[in-house]
């Protein structure tokens, strides 16, 4: 695990070594044990290296070919590279260290650009050919590695994190405004727009090259992978899936567990985290846990349920794990802001200073962490979502109802009066046909309840799951900590494709009932949390963990910011945001925006995602001033 940065100058004027050197000291949290830099010509490569697999200085990067044709810097952790290793050997390859980090420069080297397609794990990487002079840049499938680019004038740049792109002193930062209102809609960003104009993220499972042997380069992207959620042709017995799940889970826990330093894990009370802990024990008694839990004497409501430290800690007990706890309380959010937005850089999904505190607690004891990230999406964690689109009567139909649910901080109808100030910069942006846009590649029939699910999976996983994964490479690589996550293994992710609806969903039937029937009285229940969803893995992790763990009601990883901001944070609020020189003001109309938080501490609207994303974006407008 570590951090990448390049500069190419297209116009053939070599490479600052100093400009190369501010860039990788930019990102020198992501890899404290090591730098290397390669420069020949018009190309510099940068790298910071986080040492976990071989730890000796045979793994440092920049690292070059046998032959001295390839270059390669890399970020990530390839999990099948002893398989590939030896294929590798096979066919004549030589090794000179045990790091992932050869296996990946020599599969390249054999295989050329298909190699990515042979890697199960996470990555971001960079190739440059001496020969060709042709550049190669990928991500992994699932986006858990970013890897960010911009072209300005003849200067091509590409990083694992903007701020190594905006360390070049002739990079100048501005806002993109469009991309400003993609994220106000979503609380996310489903195009490949930053909130820097000029700055990409490359897409999950894609591959983009630059040749400099052409006369005038551009870079082209390649989709070598994608999801595809559809339900089998032939469907196995149930109990079948079961036991091939049971297998498939054990082996990607295992398989993560390869690493030459101590490795934890989260243990957040539910059942995706606890069951990676209880394999996990297996192999690693006396493992280290973390929690992070709730102050909640101000809480009411749903939020009572936020804290999940007992459960985590009866998990500890059964499964014998060294566990570590942090309770955070209002103070410690409005604290680590400053911190928070320097090292997130634009804000995605959810309330994500909970995950920093989790990663700062678990990099003092482990440089490697273990993450449940990915449960949900694959196998149907969220019903209440699927259920407002489920029974449609075609695809315009469902997405008009989805995309209805995914306004999460702005209403359409209020989105022109709060971007007044920059309204006729914004006007075009057509949010409802971004939604739309994420299924082009999901050719996935549309005739059954069942084929609606599938297409809420995979928007999920290609936009909210995303989102999560960039959050928490930034939030874990700021403490110099690896996170890794079993249920995004390859073996694994094409299993829960081809799994049934019906043995991810209890209720499906019931709800499909109601919204034929009964249209007037759908119950209200099935639109809130539910102990639905995830029922093949309830009942296979029934075998691991105990058994209020996997009948429980669903619960994330949240903070009770609802009644904190009304009440111990709302003076914090106001300094921020009820200031009319705010910097998220230049952008956002004062009038509007005070009136919907007005909403919200008046206790006539939930706003926390709305505020929330307020003070961060502010946070983070204020810093690049």
Same mark, same amino acid.
């Given at each position: 695990?570590?951090?990448?940065?390049g500069?190419?100058?297209?116009?053939g004027?070599?490479?600052?070594p100093?400009?190369?050197e501010?860039?990788?000291?930019?990102?020198?949290?992501?890899?404290?044990?090591?730098e290397g830099?390669?420069?020949?010509g018009?190309?510099?490569?940068g790298?910071?290296r986080?040492?976990?697999?071989?730890?000796?200085?045979a793994?440092n990067?920049?690292?070059?070919?046998?032959?001295?044709?390839?270059?390669?810097?890399?970020?990530?952790?390839?999990y099948?590279?002893?398989?590939?290793r030896?294929?590798?050997?096979?066919?004549?390859?030589?090794?000179h260290?045990t790091?992932d980090?050869?296996?990946?420069?020599?599969?390249?080297?054999e295989?050329?650009?298909?190699?990515?397609?042979r890697f199960?794990?996470?990555?971001?990487?960079?190739?440059?050919?001496r020969?060709?002079?042709?550049?190669l840049?990928?991500?992994?499938?699932?986006?858990?590695?970013?890897?960010?680019?911009?072209?300005?004038?003849?200067?091509?740049?590409?990083?694992?994190e903007?701020?190594?792109?905006t360390?070049?002193?002739?990079?100048?930062?501005r806002?993109?405004?469009?991309?400003?209102?993609?994220?106000?809609t979503?609380q996310?960003?489903?195009?490949?727009?930053?909130?820097?104009?000029?700055?990409?993220l490359?897409?999950?499972?894609?591959?983009?090259?630059?040749?400099l042997g052409?006369?005038?380069?551009e870079?082209?992207?390649?989709?070598f992978?994608d999801y595809?959620?559809?339900e089998?042709?032939?469907?196995?017995? @149930?109990?079948?899936?079961?036991?091939?799940?049971? +297998?498939?889970? *054990?082996q990607? /826990? %295992?398989?993560?567990?390869?690493?030459d !330093?101590?490795?934890?894990?989260y243990?957040?009370?539910?059942?995706?985290?606890?069951?990676?802990t209880a394999?996990?024990?297996?192999?690693?008694?006396?493992?280290?846990?973390?929690?992070c839990?709730?102050?909640?004497?101000?809480?009411s409501g749903?939020?009572?349920a936020f804290?999940e430290?007992?459960?985590?800690?009866?998990?500890?007990?059964?499964?014998?794990?060294?566990?570590?706890?942090?309770?955070?309380?209002?103070?410690?959010?409005?604290?680590?802001l400053p911190?928070?937005?320097?090292?997130?850089?634009?804000?995605?999904?959810?309330q994500?200073?909970?995950?920093?505190?989790?990663?700062?607690?678990?990099s003092?004891?482990v440089k490697v962490?273990?993450?449940?990230?990915?449960g @949900?999406e694959l196998?149907?964690?969220?019903?209440? +979502?699927?259920? *407002?689109a489920? /029974? %449609?009567?075609?695809?315009?139909?469902? !997405?008009?109802?989805y995309?209805?649910?995914?306004?999460?901080l702005?209403?359409n109808?209020?989105?022109?009066?709060?971007?007044?100030?920059?309204?006729?910069?914004?006007?075009?942006?057509?949010?409802?046909?971004?939604?739309?846009?994420?299924?082009h590649?999901?050719?996935?029939?549309?005739d059954?309840p069942?084929?609606?699910?599938?297409?809420?999976?995979?928007f999920?996983?290609?936009?909210?799951?995303h989102?999560?994964l960039v959050?928490?490479d930034?939030?874990s690589m700021?403490h110099?900590?690896?996170?890794r996550?079993?249920?995004?293994?390859?073996?694994l992710?094409?299993f829960?494709m081809?799994?049934?609806?019906?043995?991810k969903?209890?209720n499906?039937?019931?709800v499909?009932?109601?919204?034929?029937n009964?249209?007037?009285?759908? +119950?209200r229940s099935?639109?809130?949390?539910?102990?639905?969803?995830?029922?093949?893995?309830?009942?296979?992790?029934?075998?691991?963990?105990?058994e209020e763990?996997?009948?429980?009601?669903?619960?994330?990883?949240?903070?009770p910011?609802?009644?904190?901001?009304?009440?111990e944070?709302?003076e914090f609020?106001?300094?921020a945001l009820f200031?009319?020189?705010a910097?998220?003001?230049?952008?956002?109309?004062?009038?509007?925006?005070?009136?919907?938080?007005?909403q919200?501490?008046?206790g006539?609207?939930?706003?926390?995602?709305?505020?929330?994303?307020?003070?961060n974006?502010?946070?983070?407008?204020?810093?690049?001033?």
């Open positions: 695990m570590c951090g990448l940065a500069l190419i100058n297209l116009d004027a070599p490479v600052s100093v400009k190369l501010a860039m990788t000291d930019a990102i020198a949290h992501r890899g404290p044990d090591g830099h390669w420069i020949e018009p190309v510099g490569l790298h910071r986080l040492a976990i697999i071989d730890l000796s200085p793994g990067q920049p690292m070059i070919s046998a032959d001295g044709r390839y270059v390669l810097i890399y970020n990530g952790e390839v099948n590279f002893r398989e590939l030896t294929e590798l050997q096979a066919r004549g390859h030589a090794f260290s790091t980090s050869e296996v990946v420069l020599n599969a390249l080297a295989w050329g650009d298909d190699a990515v397609s199960n794990g996470m990555f971001a990487l960079a190739l440059w050919d020969k060709t002079k042709r550049l840049l990928a991500r992994d499938r699932y986006g858990i590695k970013p890897l960010y680019h911009a072209r300005r004038g003849d200067r091509f740049i590409f990083a694992s903007q701020k190594a792109i360390a070049d002193p002739g990079f100048e930062r806002i993109d405004r469009r991309a400003l209102l993609e994220y106000f979503f996310n960003i489903f195009t490949d727009r930053t909130l820097l104009e000029d700055v990409s490359l897409p999950p499972g894609h591959t983009a090259t630059l040749d052409r006369a005038a380069p870079l082209e992207l390649n989709q992978w595809d959620f559809r089998p042709d032939a469907p196995d017995d @149930d109990e079948a899936y079961r036991e091939e799940l049971d +297998r498939l889970f *054990r990607a /826990v %295992n398989r993560q567990l390869v690493t !330093v101590e490795l934890g894990s243990l957040s009370g539910g059942m995706d985290s606890g069951s990676i394999i996990a024990a297996q192999s690693y008694p006396y493992m280290k846990t973390f929690t839990g709730f102050d909640l004497h101000s809480a749903l939020e009572l804290d430290r007992a459960k985590a800690e009866f998990m500890s007990y059964r499964f014998r794990t060294e566990h570590y706890e942090m309770v955070l309380k209002a103070g410690d959010m409005e604290r680590v911190r928070l937005a320097r090292h997130l850089e634009e804000p995605r999904v959810g994500s200073y909970p995950n920093f505190y989790a990663a700062q607690l678990a003092r004891f962490v273990m993450s449940g990230a990915g @949900d196998f149907g964690g969220y019903p209440w +979502r699927y259920y *407002r489920v /029974v %449609n009567d075609d695809f315009e139909d469902y !997405v008009e109802k995309y209805g649910f995914w306004q999460r702005i209403p109808e209020e989105v022109r009066q709060v971007f007044r100030p920059v309204w006729s910069d914004v006007e075009g942006v057509d949010t409802r046909a971004i939604f739309q846009d994420v299924f590649r999901h050719a996935a029939r549309l059954r069942e084929d609606y699910i599938n297409h809420s999976l995979y999920e996983a290609k936009t909210f799951l989102g999560l959050v928490e930034k939030l700021a110099g900590l690896e996170t996550v079993p249920f995004l293994d390859n073996d992710v094409d829960a081809r799994c049934p609806v019906r043995l969903l209890n499906l039937a019931d499909v009932r109601l919204n034929e009964e249209p007037g009285r759908k +119950r099935y639109f809130e949390k539910t102990k639905d969803g995830k029922q093949i893995l309830r009942d296979v992790m029934a075998r691991h963990i105990p763990i996997t009948s429980a009601t669903k619960q994330g990883f949240s903070a910011d609802a009644s904190w901001f009304k009440g944070s709302i609020v106001r300094r200031d009319r020189d910097p998220v003001y230049d952008y956002l109309d004062y009038d509007a925006v005070t009136g919907l938080m007005n919200h501490l008046s006539e609207q939930n706003r926390r995602l709305f505020i929330w994303s307020l003070l974006v502010n946070e983070w407008l204020g810093q690049a001033a």
